[in-house]
């Protein structure tokens, strides 16, 4: 092996080159030792991949833009933020990824983040690259004015970045239909244009249909595939869901509709639990009252509730961790574990820690990877962008078959790439097939 790629000896030496270049970045290493051990064996034996450096390229994104945020709070007092974007790679289509407004938003989550929308932009088959932004402004209890005057302190400068053939933002944490209304509004003003730069805005207002059910949807599409593949079907199963947001309840929505009995949502106080199901109506109430008392919808809908608890030792077959990153460790994934859980669909973004994962593994429960199981989002995204440049809008069953055959390609890709003998590894099978479609653009560029 030449001195140049000495670093994909094992896993270890990719890590060792790796970190001094990404220093203290946790969340970032994770997502990218997940995949290099996945990806590794391909790289080795695939001449150009290993030459051309491909996975040490990709390791590293295009740019990243950090920026002041001066918003003035409803007492006249400016406020300072910091603002982001990471533009990972446009190899495969314009920048795209969404914006994360949370307390916890750094480098390092934004990195990981717009890593692992790189693959799973790949797996849509869509032409869109990878990207991630956000600010570490906390949305919560604060005034609607005041979260309009972030935003368009945010997007003043943010506009110059992107555009509908550069980066197309979206939301994801703490950034809905209501914040992408305020950003896209600015960025109108600022450009003097409609045109789709973001996605996830109103419908009415150049949204798509169906985007704001996309990401819990196509994840419980997903499922479906993983449990046809083992000739068994979500009707009668016990489904424990985290998270009370957009991926939360969608997600609860579809499961239910298909006749599972949907037994939790939560939030960083506590976990909703209603033994016997949630109704589709339960559900409704969850979906149009819920701004952060999860406790108060959970006297309204007669549910127990259970103060600083975790979804997991409720007993289910199937988690679906749909709240953020890292949320689900080693203890959590013992507890599901004993109580027979068998499949995981990652509906949030690395919801898993390390060591829950291989917990997980080793005790053949299934894994859906976040990247392939909650990709509908973007891919209705992707859509929208399509809708904003035809000057057309697609109507809702159109979007939902095109969300099912997405979802569909989607399983296809993952199983083709994840099967070890008798069994499918999904996690390895999305990272092989995602990286595989990116390292054959990367490679078509030359060197750059
Ligand atoms: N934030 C979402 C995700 O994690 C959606 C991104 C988008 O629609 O651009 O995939």
């Known amino acids: 092996m030449s001195a140049s790629h000495d670093e994909l000896e094992s896993i270890e030496t990719f890590m060792e080159w790796l970190e001094p270049n990404h220093p203290g970045e946790t969340e970032f290493l994770q997502a990218v030792r997940g995949v290099a051990e996945n ?11 290993r030459e051309q450096r491909i996975l040490q390229r990709l390791t590293e994104p295009d740019r990243i833009i950090r920026f002041r945020v001066v918003w003035e709070d409803d007492d006249g007092i400016p406020r300072i933020n910091r603002g982001y974007r990471v533009q990972h790679s446009n ?7 969404g914006l994360r407004f949370d307390p916890s938003v750094n480098q390092s989550i934004l990195k990981f983040l717009a890593f692992e929308q790189l693959f799973k932009n790949s797996l849509t088959g869509l032409n869109l690259g990878a990207g991630k932004g ?37 939301g994801d944490i703490g950034v809905g239909a209501r914040e992408i209304g305020y950003l896209f509004g600015q960025y109108k ?28 949807y196509g994840a419980i599409y997903f499922l479906c595939g993983m449990l046809a593949e ?139 990877p976040g990247k392939a199981a909650n990709a509908g989002g973007v891919a209705v995204s992707g859509f929208e962008i399509t809708q904003n440049r035809l000057g057309r809008s697609w109507p809702r069953e159109r979007l939902d078959t095109e ?13 083709g790439r994840g099967r070890i003998d008798d069994r499918i590894d999904y996690r390895r099978g999305a990272d092989i097939a995602g990286f595989d479609r990116v390292a054959r653009a990367v490679l078509s560029f030359g060197t750059m």
């Open 189 to 216: 003003r600022l450009e003097n244009q409609f045109a789709g730069a973001l996605t996830g805005k109103s419908v009415g207002a150049g949204g798509s249909e169906l985007r704001i059910e996309a990401t819990g």
């Open 39 to 49: 990806v590794l064996d391909t790289v080795r034996e695939t001449e150009n991949y």
């Open 91 to 97: 190899a495969l289509g314009p920048y795209k990824g």
């Open 403 to 415: 969300l099912r055959e997405t979802m569909a390609g989607i399983f296809d890709r993952c199983k």
């Open 230 to 368: 083992d000739g068994e079907e979500i009707d009668g199963k016990r489904i424990a869901v985290s998270g009370a947001g957009n991926v939360a309840v969608h997600a609860a929505e579809k499961a239910q509709s298909l006749g599972a009995i949907v037994t939790t949502l939560s939030n960083r106080s506590g976990t909703l639990v209603k033994e016997d199901g949630l109704s589709a109506d339960d559900i409704g109430t969850v979906k149009s009252r819920y701004v952060g008392d999860l406790s108060a919808i959970a006297e309204a809908v007669s549910a127990r509730w259970l103060q600083g608890e975790k979804p997991w030792r409720v007993g289910c077959d199937v988690a679906v961790p749909a709240a953020t990153q890292n949320e689900l460790d080693e203890r959590d994934a013992g507890d599901l574990i004993d109580a027979g859980c068998r499949y995981v669909l990652e509906a949030a973004n690395m919801p898993l820690t390390e060591a829950a994962a291989a917990a997980f593994e080793a005790s053949g429960v299934a894994i859906a």
């Open 134 to 170: 956000g600010s570490d402004f906390n949305p919560k209890g604060r005034s609607d004015k005041e979260i309009m005057r972030f935003c368009h302190a945010f997007m003043t400068e943010l506009a110059r970045h992107i555009g509908q053939l550069t980066d197309v933002p979206a």
